[in-house]
T-cell receptor, first 112, second 115 residues
Framework: QKEVEQDPGPLSVPEGAIVSLNCTYSNSAFQYFMWYRQYSRKGPELLMYTYSSGNKEDGRFTAQVDKSSKYISLFIRDSQPSDSATYLC????????????FGKGTKLTVNP | NAGVTQTPKFQVLKTGQSMTLQCAQDMNHNSMYWYRQDPGMGLRLIYYSASEGTTDKGEVPNGYNVSRLNKREFSLRLESAAPSQTSVYFCASNSDRTYSNQPQHFGDGTRLSIL
Protein backbone atom coordinates (compact mmCIF):
# COMPACT_ATOMS: atom_id res chain seq x y z
CA GLN A 1 0.00 0.00 0.00
CA LYS A 2 1.36 3.42 -0.98
CA GLU A 3 1.97 5.85 1.88
CA VAL A 4 -0.26 8.53 0.32
CA GLU A 5 -3.06 7.90 -2.17
CA GLN A 6 -4.68 10.68 -4.18
CA ASP A 7 -7.16 10.28 -7.01
CA PRO A 8 -5.53 11.87 -10.08
CA GLY A 9 -8.86 12.87 -11.63
CA PRO A 10 -9.24 14.77 -13.83
CA LEU A 11 -12.07 16.56 -12.07
CA SER A 12 -14.20 19.02 -14.05
CA VAL A 13 -16.80 21.25 -12.34
CA PRO A 14 -18.88 24.30 -13.28
CA GLU A 15 -17.98 27.70 -11.88
CA GLY A 16 -19.50 28.23 -8.44
CA ALA A 17 -19.47 24.54 -7.49
CA ILE A 18 -18.11 23.22 -4.21
CA VAL A 19 -15.06 21.08 -4.86
CA SER A 20 -13.87 18.30 -2.58
CA LEU A 21 -10.33 16.94 -2.98
CA ASN A 22 -9.12 14.04 -0.87
CA CYS A 23 -6.09 12.01 0.16
CA THR A 24 -5.77 8.88 2.23
CA TYR A 25 -2.61 7.74 3.95
CA SER A 26 -1.30 4.69 5.74
CA ASN A 27 1.37 6.08 8.11
CA SER A 28 -0.26 6.89 11.45
CA ALA A 29 2.82 8.91 12.42
CA PHE A 30 1.96 11.72 10.00
CA GLN A 31 1.25 14.90 11.96
CA TYR A 32 1.73 17.76 9.49
CA PHE A 33 -0.56 18.07 6.50
CA MET A 34 -0.30 20.42 3.56
CA TRP A 35 -2.12 21.24 0.37
CA TYR A 36 -0.24 22.70 -2.57
CA ARG A 37 -1.68 24.19 -5.74
CA GLN A 38 0.31 23.82 -8.95
CA TYR A 39 -0.56 25.78 -12.06
CA SER A 40 0.60 24.48 -15.41
CA ARG A 41 4.34 24.98 -15.92
CA LYS A 42 4.76 26.43 -12.43
CA GLY A 43 6.05 25.16 -9.09
CA PRO A 44 3.81 23.96 -6.24
CA GLU A 45 2.46 26.83 -4.13
CA LEU A 46 1.48 26.26 -0.50
CA LEU A 47 -2.27 26.67 0.07
CA MET A 48 -2.96 25.21 3.50
CA TYR A 49 -0.84 23.88 6.37
CA THR A 50 -2.35 22.09 9.34
CA TYR A 51 -1.03 20.24 12.33
CA SER A 52 -2.77 17.10 13.63
CA SER A 53 -6.55 16.81 13.36
CA GLY A 54 -9.29 19.36 12.80
CA ASN A 55 -10.33 22.01 10.34
CA LYS A 56 -8.64 25.11 9.03
CA GLU A 57 -10.32 27.76 6.93
CA ASP A 58 -8.75 30.40 4.70
CA GLY A 59 -11.17 32.34 2.54
CA ARG A 60 -12.85 29.94 0.12
CA PHE A 61 -10.58 27.06 1.16
CA THR A 62 -11.10 24.64 4.06
CA ALA A 63 -8.71 21.87 5.00
CA GLN A 64 -9.90 18.95 7.11
CA VAL A 65 -7.84 16.24 8.77
CA ASP A 66 -9.36 13.05 10.17
CA LYS A 67 -6.50 11.15 11.72
CA SER A 68 -8.73 8.32 12.95
CA SER A 69 -9.65 7.54 9.34
CA LYS A 70 -6.26 8.60 7.92
CA TYR A 71 -8.06 10.93 5.54
CA ILE A 72 -7.55 14.56 4.61
CA SER A 73 -9.70 16.84 2.48
CA LEU A 74 -9.54 20.22 0.82
CA PHE A 75 -12.84 21.98 0.09
CA ILE A 76 -13.09 24.88 -2.32
CA ARG A 77 -16.29 26.94 -2.11
CA ASP A 78 -17.61 29.07 -4.95
CA SER A 79 -14.99 27.65 -7.29
CA GLN A 80 -13.56 29.97 -9.95
CA PRO A 81 -11.86 29.30 -13.29
CA SER A 82 -8.67 30.61 -11.66
CA ASP A 83 -8.82 27.59 -9.32
CA SER A 84 -8.07 25.33 -12.31
CA ALA A 85 -4.80 23.64 -11.36
CA THR A 86 -3.35 20.43 -9.98
CA TYR A 87 -3.73 20.05 -6.22
CA LEU A 88 -1.11 18.08 -4.30
CA CYS A 89 -1.50 16.82 -0.77
CA UNK A 90 1.66 16.38 1.31
CA UNK A 91 2.34 15.17 4.80
CA UNK A 92 5.16 14.37 7.21
CA UNK A 93 5.86 12.92 10.61
CA UNK A 94 7.11 14.78 13.66
CA UNK A 95 10.83 15.43 13.52
CA UNK A 96 12.43 17.72 11.00
CA UNK A 97 14.56 14.98 9.49
CA UNK A 98 11.45 13.11 8.36
CA UNK A 99 10.74 13.62 4.69
CA UNK A 100 7.70 15.24 3.12
CA UNK A 101 5.56 12.65 1.33
CA PHE A 102 3.43 13.85 -1.59
CA GLY A 103 0.31 12.55 -3.25
CA LYS A 104 0.45 12.42 -7.03
CA GLY A 105 -1.98 15.30 -7.43
CA THR A 106 -5.56 15.82 -8.64
CA LYS A 107 -6.09 17.89 -11.78
CA LEU A 108 -9.06 20.26 -11.40
CA THR A 109 -10.76 22.25 -14.15
CA VAL A 110 -13.41 24.84 -13.28
CA ASN A 111 -15.49 25.70 -16.33
CA PRO A 112 -16.94 29.22 -16.75
CA ASN B 1 10.21 39.03 -3.18
CA ALA B 2 11.88 36.37 -5.34
CA GLY B 3 11.62 33.34 -2.99
CA VAL B 4 13.23 30.36 -4.73
CA THR B 5 14.83 31.03 -8.12
CA GLN B 6 15.87 28.27 -10.51
CA THR B 7 17.99 28.56 -13.63
CA PRO B 8 17.73 27.70 -16.42
CA LYS B 9 13.97 27.32 -17.00
CA PHE B 10 14.41 25.00 -19.99
CA GLN B 11 17.28 22.91 -21.31
CA VAL B 12 17.79 20.25 -23.97
CA LEU B 13 20.80 17.96 -23.65
CA LYS B 14 22.21 15.07 -25.58
CA THR B 15 22.84 11.74 -23.88
CA GLY B 16 26.17 11.81 -22.09
CA GLN B 17 26.38 15.59 -21.70
CA SER B 18 26.75 17.15 -18.27
CA MET B 19 24.83 20.00 -16.78
CA THR B 20 24.35 21.88 -13.51
CA LEU B 21 20.95 23.16 -12.40
CA GLN B 22 21.12 26.20 -10.17
CA CYS B 23 18.88 27.15 -7.26
CA ALA B 24 18.99 30.16 -4.96
CA GLN B 25 16.68 31.29 -2.16
CA ASP B 26 16.47 34.66 -0.46
CA MET B 27 14.43 33.64 2.62
CA ASN B 28 17.40 32.83 4.87
CA HIS B 29 16.32 29.18 4.92
CA ASN B 30 18.63 26.52 6.29
CA SER B 31 17.19 23.53 4.43
CA MET B 32 17.04 23.07 0.68
CA TYR B 33 15.76 20.23 -1.52
CA TRP B 34 15.85 18.93 -5.07
CA TYR B 35 12.87 17.02 -6.49
CA ARG B 36 11.96 15.61 -9.85
CA GLN B 37 8.38 15.47 -11.09
CA ASP B 38 7.33 12.93 -13.69
CA PRO B 39 3.83 12.15 -15.03
CA GLY B 40 2.13 9.56 -12.85
CA MET B 41 5.03 9.51 -10.38
CA GLY B 42 4.49 12.67 -8.39
CA LEU B 43 7.30 14.55 -6.70
CA ARG B 44 10.32 12.46 -5.73
CA LEU B 45 13.14 13.70 -3.55
CA ILE B 46 16.60 13.47 -5.15
CA TYR B 47 18.85 15.12 -2.57
CA TYR B 48 18.49 17.52 0.28
CA SER B 49 20.64 19.76 2.44
CA ALA B 50 19.45 20.20 6.01
CA SER B 51 21.92 23.01 6.59
CA GLU B 52 24.92 24.68 4.99
CA GLY B 53 27.73 22.18 4.65
CA THR B 54 25.57 19.02 4.72
CA THR B 55 23.90 17.02 1.96
CA ASP B 56 22.00 13.72 2.03
CA LYS B 57 20.45 11.34 -0.46
CA GLY B 58 16.75 11.22 -1.02
CA GLU B 59 14.59 8.63 -2.75
CA VAL B 60 16.18 8.75 -6.25
CA PRO B 61 19.81 10.00 -6.01
CA ASN B 62 21.45 7.80 -8.65
CA GLY B 63 22.96 9.77 -11.52
CA TYR B 64 22.99 13.06 -9.63
CA ASN B 65 25.34 15.04 -7.42
CA VAL B 66 24.68 18.17 -5.38
CA SER B 67 26.63 21.03 -3.89
CA ARG B 68 25.47 23.36 -1.14
CA LEU B 69 27.59 26.30 -2.23
CA ASN B 70 26.52 28.57 0.64
CA LYS B 71 23.35 29.17 2.64
CA ARG B 72 21.52 30.64 -0.36
CA GLU B 73 22.53 28.27 -3.16
CA PHE B 74 22.07 24.56 -3.80
CA SER B 75 23.03 23.10 -7.18
CA LEU B 76 22.18 19.79 -8.83
CA ARG B 77 24.59 18.23 -11.33
CA LEU B 78 24.02 15.57 -13.94
CA GLU B 79 27.46 14.21 -14.84
CA SER B 80 26.40 12.06 -17.79
CA ALA B 81 22.79 12.73 -18.74
CA ALA B 82 20.53 9.81 -19.68
CA PRO B 83 17.07 9.91 -21.35
CA SER B 84 15.58 8.57 -18.08
CA GLN B 85 16.55 11.87 -16.48
CA THR B 86 14.15 13.80 -18.71
CA SER B 87 11.91 15.46 -16.16
CA VAL B 88 10.89 18.68 -14.48
CA TYR B 89 13.23 19.50 -11.60
CA PHE B 90 12.09 21.56 -8.63
CA CYS B 91 14.14 23.15 -5.91
CA ALA B 92 12.54 23.92 -2.53
CA SER B 93 13.56 25.38 0.79
CA ASN B 94 12.13 25.69 4.27
CA SER B 95 12.78 27.29 7.60
CA ASP B 96 15.50 29.27 9.18
CA ARG B 97 16.03 26.38 11.56
CA THR B 98 17.68 23.08 10.76
CA TYR B 99 15.30 20.12 10.74
CA SER B 100 12.03 21.98 10.80
CA ASN B 101 8.44 20.85 10.27
CA GLN B 102 7.66 24.02 8.35
CA PRO B 103 6.28 23.65 4.83
CA GLN B 104 8.58 23.84 1.84
CA HIS B 105 8.53 26.66 -0.70
CA PHE B 106 9.17 25.76 -4.31
CA GLY B 107 10.74 27.38 -7.34
CA ASP B 108 9.11 27.26 -10.76
CA GLY B 109 11.20 24.40 -12.03
CA THR B 110 13.70 23.52 -14.75
CA ARG B 111 12.28 21.52 -17.67
CA LEU B 112 15.03 19.21 -18.87
CA SER B 113 14.87 17.05 -22.00
CA ILE B 114 17.61 14.55 -22.78
CA LEU B 115 17.75 13.20 -26.30
Amino acid sequence: QKEVEQDPGPLSVPEGAIVSLNCTYSNSAFQYFMWYRQYSRKGPELLMYTYSSGNKEDGRFTAQVDKSSKYISLFIRDSQPSDSATYLCAMKSEGGSEKLVFGKGTKLTVNP
Amino acid sequence: NAGVTQTPKFQVLKTGQSMTLQCAQDMNHNSMYWYRQDPGMGLRLIYYSASEGTTDKGEVPNGYNVSRLNKREFSLRLESAAPSQTSVYFCASNSDRTYSNQPQHFGDGTRLSIL
